[in-house]
């Protein structure tokens, strides 16, 4: 299985979700390709945003390593799903992908994160970059449930 997790600058959300990812499948002992990236490529080449990597350290999550990118056409069939944090991102997705289908064959399901943990009673993981420490607590806590609810959902399908 191959995830690919994307936001907007893929430094919050996406590597947040993907070191979660990354912990909870090496705990597993499941040997899945794990990624993360954004939407635009403004962040290209930089670290998480150092309250994401503190906050993910305190639950036991390494992003320190990680570096943002932009996702590309390629990812549509490099990944078997292909996981977007909000509405905006998955219907970027969507519109990515219809161009990638035109222009020959293209893998990737495409849904939202929080798809996989409806229990969570949220739909998209909020963007915690302009707001206080606390969102990224929140988007922690929405990203366990999700990667959970998908590693679990997958996993017994497979």
Not at 70 to 85: G, K
Request: overall charge negative; aromatic content about 6%; glycine content about 12%.
């Amino acid at each position: 299985m191959r995830l690919l997790f994307v936001c907007t600058g893929n430094i919050c959300r996406s590597p947040t979700a993907e070191g979660v990812a990354r912990a909870r499948l090496d705990a597993l002992g499941l040997d899945w390709a794990v990624d993360s990236a954004g939407t635009g490529d403004w962040h290209a080449g930089e670290a998480p945003d150092a309250r994401a990597v503190e906050a993910a350290a305190a639950r036991g999550y390494a992003l320190d390593a990680l570096r943002a990118r932009a996702v590309t056409v390629e990812d549509f069939s490099r990944f078997d799903r292909l996981l977007a944090m909000d509405a905006g991102h998955e219907r970027f997705l969507r519109r990515m992908a219809q161009k990638t289908r035109m222009g020959g064959p293209a893998g990737g399901a495409i849904s939202r994160l929080l798809d996989w943990a409806p229990a969570s009673g949220a739909a998209d993981v909020p963007d915690p970059y302009y707001g206080s420490a606390g969102g990224f607590e929140r988007v922690l806590d929405l990203v366990e449930a999700g990667v959970d609810g998908l590693i679990g959902s997958l996993h017994t399908r497979g």
